[in-house]
């Protein structure tokens, strides 16, 4: 009987366990953890480890713990997709991801499918939500038109005297950014020098340059990574060339001052608004800064998806799908990027874009 009794109490208590297990709510983060673009993973890794821990500090959601699960999908669409189904035998009920836009539309569809809802803090193509394959579809950062209206029209008003090149890296990210730029610049009567595509991946950027440079190319513009961005700048400087380069938000890491060290000075970006700058913002850059983490970039977007997540399921009192979109469709959410909320694409109400230069290793405001 005693040996009863104890088998009944393990039994009960294992099931305690159990129970509470299963009541932590799962959520994930994904992006480029390896690869040539891992300081963009490890941006939103920062984010998405620092919302976690201050939620839970807080009570959790509808006094559930979150648990975070972190997929590596190294900017891969057939990764992004079989990280999206792994998500899907976790029970994950929410995704702050994916980084570029190459991911996150095809995974967009598993999430969809699966009824799991996805904000992703940094993927700009205008495709994922314009073509959004369900309504948990949404977006913290602004769009490639958007961004290409911005360096558009600088191009044509500010540099139509020069002789502008465009060149992109044939990814859903940088051909996009390049063609809706193009677009744009072209519609107010400037027209490029030379419109080309590079691969991505590759060192040495040479035959490219040497072309730019028979070109008299004076404005480069690039849609593109910073890995690539910094090769094409450097190996410019090194053929003795001045020419000014222009590109979007994909080189708001630090990482694209160490490729091209000095050569760097004068590059041109856009990118939203600094959420660092942001008042709401300080304590979790405090944070952040304290762990020795990033808070560059997209960490505080991906901070700021979780946020939104999270308060649109405690206003539903539920982690479901369908009342946490119907939450994110009617909601105003304030976040470390101010407050938000989303129309009926999934596209977000922040502020678009500004102009960055980078400057003695730093990028701020121009």
């Given amino acids: ?81 079989a990280v999206a189904n792994q998500f899907v035998g976790k029970d994950v009920v929410f995704v702050a991801g994916h980084f570029c ?77 390049a063609d809706a730029t193009k677009a744009v610049m072209n519609d107010l009567g400037k027209k490029e020098i030379l419109y080309e595509a590079y691969t991505a991946g590759e060192k040495d950027y040479t035959a490219l340059v040497s072309k730019l440079k028979e070109a008299k190319i004076d404005v480069l513009y690039v849609g593109g990574y910073h890995t690539e961005a910094g090769l094409i700048k450097r190996q410019m400087v090194d053929q003795g060339m001045d020419t000014l380069l222009l590109s979007g938000d994909a080189l708001v890491t630090d990482e694209y001052w160490s490729i091209t060290g000095p050569s760097g000075n004068g590059t041109w970006m856009t990118f939203s608004p600094d959420p660092r700058k942001n008042p709401e913002a300080k304590p979790v850059v405090d944070e952040l800064i ?25 206003t539903a009192k539920s982690t479901d799908f369908g009342p946490v979109v119907a939450a994110l469709d009617a909601g105003k959410f304030n976040t470390v990027l101010g407050e938000l909320s989303f129309d009926d694409k999934g596209d977000v109400s922040l502020p678009g874009y500004v102009w960055y230069e980078w400057k003695d290793g730093a990028y701020d405001y121009r």
């Fill in 101 to 177: 836009s190459g991911s996150s539309i095809p995974a967009s569809q598993v999430y969809a499918e699966e009824g799991i809802i996805q904000i992703t803090p940094a993927s700009t193509n205008p495709k994922y939500t314009d073509e959004r394959p369900g309504p948990g579809t949404y977006r913290v950062c602004g769009r490639d038109d958007q961004q290409g209206k911005v360096a558009g029209t600088t191009l044509a008003k500010e540099f139509g005297d020069k002789n502008i090149a465009i060149i992109q890296d044939k990814t859903a990210y940088g051909k996009g950014l």
């Fill in 290 to 314: 304290a762990a020795g983490k990033t808070a560059e970039g997209y960490a505080l977007y991906t901070y700021a998806a979780i946020q939104a997540w999270a308060k649109a399921a405690e």
């Fill in 1 to 81: 009987m005693k040996k009863f009794l104890l088998a009944s109490v393990a039994c009960v208590a294992a099931m305690g366990a159990s129970s509470a297990a299963f009541a932590d709510i799962v959520i994930a983060t994904a992006g480029p953890m390896t690869g040539q673009y891992a300081s963009f993973g490890q941006q939103m890794r920062a984010g998405a480890e620092q919302a976690v821990e201050d939620i839970n500090a807080a009570g959790g959601v509808n006094g559930e713990k979150l648990v975070l699960e972190v997929g590596d999908d190294a900017c891969d669409p057939k990764q992004a997709v």
